[in-house]
């Protein structure tokens, strides 16, 4: 996980640290325990971050808790999708 990283670019930049939601098996396990929180902080709108492969299906998983979802896919560090080159 980037976890850590990304929590040190987030204070670097005056931000609330990410929210992680871990051990979980299943995009839909995950989206279900991300609602389930954003209801305990009174969330509507969440921003998902999954990866470029991925990012229709997350979101939409996502969204069918209920939840507002701003999309954006991360870059991949695995993958070039840009084609050749």
Do not use: M, N
């Not at 990304?6 to 204070?11: C, F, K």
């Not at 507002?68 to 080159?85: I, N």
Request: proline share 7%.
């Amino acid at each position: 996980s980037t976890l850590a990283d990304q929590r040190h670019l987030a204070a670097l930049a005056g931000l609330q640290p990410p929210i992680a939601i871990d051990s979980v098996y299943t995009t839909r396990d995950e989206a279900v325990r991300l609602a389930a929180f954003a209801r305990t902080v009174g969330w509507r709108r969440v921003l998902v971050v999954p990866s470029p492969l991925h990012s229709r299906r997350a979101c939409a998983t996502v969204e069918r808790t209920g939840l507002r979802v701003v999309c954006a896919p991360a870059a991949s560090r695995e993958f070039t999708l840009k084609g050749p080159g």
